[in-house]
């Protein structure tokens, strides 16, 4: 069933090569799709063109639907193009012409635009709640191992004095950027563009107003051409926030990748959460912090393959939008799955507390001491070249005290600071 059969067939080619993954994919609209009609129902009874008994039918048979899908039963067999001509001829087949007029005053266009904008606010919400859980990992993480001391790195060099503690609240505090670009995208998503129809309006008295309370958005797309060209702008104002996410997700198991080898042996695992060599015995592999990388890097460029799907579109609706559909629900699906099996094996980690005993580690120390000396009455300049030349001469002996005290360094994490921020930023109204 196509919702704009006028009575001729399509060829096989051309209907396989137009549908693509789409009854697919709209299983997981399907329950937004209801809503959507719902609310469209219930704003047709107010302006005249449903009867109460008609819209009764169609609530009992839109009802009736929703149970279906959260039973797992819902399905979208072949012949039908979508889920709206799948609902549509559900509820004709269920209550008779009453659901022939749920169609009145819109377009397949606002309704899959309605049904995209319910799915992702809800799945943003899902991405927040699980950013959420990492976080309070990593700050108990950070507090537990506030005085373990690591070496910092420029240049993949050995650097200056790091710690656990700095190591995994900056991670932490990363995600509250990234929690900044979820609630925008929220924003994004949170505005009604239903009655748009197909992206110039309707001729019917419809109620904007009464939908747009009726699904709980928090403000509509008042000008319809603006409400259809948020198709692909939406989508890519979401896979923006999710490439936040995925890169401070990519930079972590980057690092845990490189510390958990044996040249560093900052850190490791129970043997339970690596994996294993079929020829070499000894081998315990960081493949979930790889895959974790490699995925997060993959997402890194969906914002890219949204702009390119869309960038040089004209005003109005056109067929390139569907294939934003894949990549956008995938791309949620897998920050998702990301952040899932991240939240399941940090708390894991062992962290090695005697790094930086080993003599390697020694120089990383010099620093500290052109400080002592300038401290001391000398200039910087004088001090640097001082502790330079003992360096060179293989003189220098580390003072392994630590003395960092201003905000966010070894000495003073600020970790109450950064759960205030963070807090603040999770519980903007969305």
Not at 71 to 84: A, L, N, P, S
């Amino acid at each position: 069933m196509k919702l704009w059969d006028k009575g001729y067939k399509t060829e096989k080619i051309v209907e396989a090569f137009t549908v693509g993954d789409d009854r697919k994919l709209d299983l997981r609209l399907a329950k937004y799709d209801v809503l959507g009609n719902r609310a469209h129902a219930q704003m047709l009874k107010h302006i005249g063109i449903l009867s109460q008994k008609e819209l009764d039918d169609l609530l009992t048979g839109l009802e009736t639907i929703m149970q279906s899908i959260e039973k797992g039963e819902f399905t979208i067999e072949e012949g039908f193009e979508d889920v709206h001509s799948k609902i549509e001829h559900e509820l004709t087949q269920m209550i008779g012409e009453a659901g022939k007029k749920i169609h009145t005053a819109r377009s397949r266009n606002d309704q899959v635009l309605v049904d995209l904008h319910l799915f992702a606010r809800d799945e943003i919400q899902a991405i927040k709640k699980l950013t959420r859980d990492l976080f309070d990992t990593l700050l108990e993480l950070s507090k537990k191992n506030a005085d373990v001391i690591m070496p910092g790195y420029t240049h993949t060099q050995v650097a200056m004095p790091s710690s656990f503690g700095l190591w995994f609240s900056s991670f932490a505090e990363s995600l509250v950027d990234d929690i900044y670009l979820l609630n925008a995208a929220y924003k994004v998503c949170d505005q009604n563009p239903l009655g748009s129809a197909a992206g110039y309006g309707s001729s019917f008295p419809i109620d904007r107003g009464m939908t747009t309370s009726l699904l709980g958005f928090g403000t509509m797309k008042y000008n319809v051409v603006a409400a259809q060209r948020s198709r692909g702008k939406m989508e890519t104002s979401v896979a923006f926030a999710i490439a936040s996410v995925a890169g401070t997700l990519s930079k972590m198991a980057s690092d845990i990748c490189l510390y958990m080898s044996q040249n560093f042996g900052f850190i490791s695992f129970p043997k339970e959460y690596t994996t294993g060599s079929s020829i070499m015995p000894h081998k315990n592999n960081p493949d979930v912090f790889e895959l974790v990388r490699a995925k997060a890097n993959q997402l890194q460029s969906l914002p890219v393959q949204m702009t390119m799907i869309t960038n040089n579109l004209t005003t109005g609706y056109h067929r390139d939008f569907q294939l934003l559909k894949g990549g956008f629900i995938g791309g949620i699906d897998q920050i998702k799955e990301i952040l899932e099996v991240t939240n399941a094996v940090i708390p894991n980690m062992i962290v090695n507390e005697n790094i930086v005993n080993d003599p390697i580690y020694d120089h990383m120390y010099s620093v500290e001491e052109v400080n002592k000396l300038v401290q001391q009455g000398a200039s910087f300049r004088e001090a640097y070249r001082k502790v330079g030349a003992r360096i060179m001469e293989g003189n220098f002996k580390p003072d392994r005290h630590l003395d960092h005290t201003h905000e966010g360094s070894i000495g003073n994490l600020c970790l109450q600071e950064i759960r205030e921020k963070f807090e603040t930023a999770f519980d903007v109204e969305s």
